[in-house]
């Protein structure tokens, strides 16, 4: 992720039972991202910063199962 870079991408479980609905279980996404249920995360980050978070996936049965998140978002790129 780089700042000032808009991002646009989607998680996609696999197994269990559609429709799944995604939610941060707990940590931060980094500053100007949002994540909705259906799993797609957007926006533009504001800041370089380091960020760690986890994913929870529940299925239409109720089963839920959670994945980490974690990097750095990199300063902006240089121009002239």
């Known amino acids: 992720l780089q700042a000032g870079k808009p991002v646009a991408l989607a998680f996609a479980a696999s197994g269990g039972t559609a429709p799944y609905t995604y939610r941060l279980a707990s940590g931060a996404l980094p500053p100007g991202l949002s994540l909705a249920a ?10 370089r910063a380091a960020y760690a978070f986890d994913l929870a996936v529940r299925d239409a049965r109720g089963a839920e199962t959670r994945r980490g998140f974690g990097g750095t978002v990199s300063p902006g790129a240089l121009s002239v």
């Open 38 to 47: 259906s799993g797609r995360l957007s926006g533009t980050p504001t800041a």
